[in-house]
């Protein structure tokens, strides 16, 4: 993980906890009765969406393992949201790569193509809004 990546992933681990700046922040939170995510979260890595990931974190918490956890949230963050690097091609744009991965980490790949899509024919472009980034939306949306 580049030293931009792991800024973007903390960032977006922020955005989900904002008591959550690094290794000894990290904590586990109930999710209000109504989240659809299940009942418990670090930093929006929730049980009920990704149960597997969050046992992980929440075991590595529990033993003290502060620093592991952190880097494995960072990690997942990056491994979760990868596509985004595929719709930005050989550019180097950590806003748009900050925004992108945090909406994707969100909202799920569709809606986050979705939203490149629409962000595209807004200036122009004619890309069929189906929620995929195919070959056509990542080349307009490069351009």
Known sequence: MTSTEQKIAAQILYLE???AT??????????PAA????????CGICDGIEPAVFRHLKSLLDAGKKEEAWEASLQYVL????A????????????VEFFL?????NAGIKSASLAVQRAVNARNG?????????????SAFQA
Request: charged share 35%.
């Open 35 to 42: 989240d659809k995510g299940g009942d418990w979260e670090i």
């Open 17 to 19: 906890d904002n008591r």
């Open 126 to 138: 004619s890309l069929k809004e189906d929620g995929i980034a195919g070959p056509a939306t990542r």
């Open 101 to 105: 991965r945090d909406f994707f980490f």
């Open 22 to 31: 690094g290794p000894d922040s990290l904590r586990v939170t109930r999710l």
């Open 84 to 95: 985004v690097r595929t719709w930005l091609g050989a550019q180097d744009c950590p806003a």
């Open 79 to 82: 491994d979760n949201t990868q």
